[in-house]
Nanobody, 124 residues
Framework: QVQLVESGGGLVQAGGSLRLSCAAS????????VGWFRQASGKERVFVGG????????KYADSVKGRFTISRDYDKNTAYLHLSSLKPEDTAVYYC?????????????????WGLGTQVTVSS
């Protein structure tokens, strides 16, 4: 099984940028698709973006298209979420998730493995 640990969250001003990391254990990280989700206080967990096993396909929620970018580094067993042009509404706990085979990147139930999340707070 793969274990995931998010990092890189923090406090940033509106309009700023941030890079979140999702470090995965094991030597077969390339076998897993990765999804990013976020959950604001008192709200449901929602999809942010996903990336395929080989990194050749990415998908984003409409709310973050053009502002967030997903990538992965197989040598470091790490997936990234690059956040730019941040808005206060982006404030949430951000989670990464992984699954061997994903048919719908935006569905949380598709993923078996989850990190514990990292807090992103955007101030005005």
């Amino acid at each position: 099984q793969v274990q995931l640990v998010e990092s890189g969250g923090g406090l940033v001003q509106a309009g700023g940028s941030l890079r979140l990391s999702c470090a995965a254990s094991g030597r077969t990280f390339s076998s897993y698709s990765v999804g990013w989700f976020r959950q604001a206080s008192g709200k449901e967990r929602v999809f942010v973006g996903g990336i395929s096993r080989n990194g050749g396909y990415t998908k984003y929620a409409d709310s973050v298209k053009g502002r967030f970018t997903i990538s992965r580094d197989y040598d470091k067993n790490t997936a990234y979420l690059h956040l730019s042009s941040l808005k206060p509404e982006d404030t949430a706990v951000y989670y990464c998730a992984a699954q061997f085979s994903v048919s719908a990147y935006n569905v949380p139930e598709e993923y078996n493995y989850w990190g514990l999340g990292t807090q992103v707070t955007v101030s005005s």
